[in-house]
């Protein structure tokens, strides 16, 4: 279990997906490698998480926000973080923004532009009231 330190933690901003085989999943994942490539966020391991490896936790639990990016509404990633104790302060699934779970398919990735667009517009609102705490201190 990871420890979470309060009220902005290192100041790193995380991106996990749930980088599912379908074609929702697979746009989770690529939406968040464009957040990276645009210096959003760093891009890390949901898996690494699930398996509870204690440096991850740690370094999740340390980070000062926390963006979760589902596929579809099964939630996988978020659940994942939930499970393990990591808040998460940021959380899109791409079947909310209309677009379909499909089986993945060679040109899947045309949507991500409008998943990034909806993380940044909650980064630059604030949490989702649906993501749950942000702080340990209220
Ligand atoms: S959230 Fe949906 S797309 Fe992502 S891994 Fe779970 S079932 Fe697959």
Do not use: F, S, W, Y
């Given at each position: 279990m990871s420890s979470t330190p309060c009220c902005g933690g290192n100041g790193e901003t995380l991106v996990f997906?749930?980088?599912g085989a379908a074609y929702a999943g697979q746009l989770a994942?690529?939406?968040g490698i464009d957040l990276m490539k645009a210096g959003k966020a760093k891009l890390f391991c949901v898996a690494a998480l699930a398996a509870e490896l204690p440096e991850k936790l740690d370094r999740a639990g340390s980070a000062g926000?926390?963006?979760a990016i589902d596929?579809?509404?099964d939630h996988c990633c978020r659940k994942i973080m939930e499970k393990?104790?990591?808040?998460v302060d940021i959380h899109v699934a791409v079947t909310d923004l209309g677009i379909e779970?499909?089986?993945?398919?060679?040109h899947m990735l045309v949507h991500a532009r409008r998943v990034v667009e909806e993380v940044e517009n909650?980064?630059?609102g604030g949490a989702s009231p649906s993501a749950g705490p942000t702080c340990c201190c209220g």
């Open positions: 997906t749930c980088a994942n690529h939406a926000k926390r963006i596929g579809c509404d393990v104790g990591v808040p779970k499909q089986p993945a398919e060679p909650r980064l630059q």
